[in-house]
């Protein structure tokens, strides 16, 4: 039986904290699949296909992660059409938990699908997606919060 899971996110851009969650999760998994969601209802800085070649390369080097995208489908379906049981989340902190627990009971009696927490790392506790990209749109200089490639393209 294979350990498969599922590592959502609109990793809109990928960051050095997004990274490292999955670096450590997928030490615990046969196969980790990276999923980039796309909500087509948010204007997002990247377009889908380059957020997946962002991914892709700030992940290179890893075995047993692949990045699959998909949108407008419950979380819960992408899992089973995925075969996945169980979806793992990155939590920065209190307010990340708060949010995350109510989905994750709802997929568990959706689908049974069980949900993962995994604290990051405290060097990057404060980083985010929108908060990078807020940052790097004024001309800071964010290139040690995100892989190379990615601050490139932020460039």
């Given at each position: 039986m294979t350990r498969r899971a599922v590592l959502p996110g609109s990793f809109d851009p990928v960051t050095n904290g997004h990274v490292?969650?999955?670096?450590?999760?997928?030490?615990?998994?046969?196969?980790?699949?990276?999923?980039?969601?796309?909500?087509p209802a948010k204007a997002g800085r990247f377009p889908v296909a380059e957020r997946v070649a962002l991914m892709r390369d700030s992940l290179k080097d890893d075995r047993g992660v692949?990045?699959?995208?998909?949108?407008?489908?419950?979380?819960?379906?992408?899992?089973?059409?995925?075969?996945?049981?169980?979806?793992?989340?990155?939590?920065?902190?209190?307010?990340?938990?708060?949010?995350?627990?109510?989905m994750a009971r709802m997929n568990r009696q959706l689908?049974?699908?069980?949900?993962?927490?995994?604290?990051?790392?405290?060097?990057?506790?404060?980083?985010?997606?929108?908060?990078?990209?807020?940052?790097a749109s004024y001309g800071g200089d964010v290139s040690h919060l995100v892989p190379r490639a990615v601050w490139d393209a932020l460039k």
């Amino acid at each position: 039986m294979t350990r498969r899971a599922v590592l959502p996110g609109s990793f809109d851009p990928v960051t050095n904290g997004h990274v490292d969650i999955i670096e450590r999760a997928r030490q615990h998994f046969d196969e980790l699949i990276v999923v980039i969601m796309h909500n087509p209802a948010k204007a997002g800085r990247f377009p889908v296909a380059e957020r997946v070649a962002l991914m892709r390369d700030s992940l290179k080097d890893d075995r047993g992660v692949r990045v699959e995208t998909f949108s407008d489908v419950l979380l819960v379906d992408v899992c089973a059409d995925l075969g996945a049981g169980v979806i793992v989340k990155g939590i920065r902190g209190p307010a990340d938990y708060e949010y995350e627990l109510p989905m994750a009971r709802m997929n568990r009696q959706l689908a049974g699908v069980e949900t993962f927490f995994l604290p990051s790392d405290p060097e990057w506790d404060h980083v985010s997606s929108s908060l990078v990209t807020e940052v790097a749109s004024y001309g800071g200089d964010v290139s040690h919060l995100v892989p190379r490639a990615v601050w490139d393209a932020l460039k």
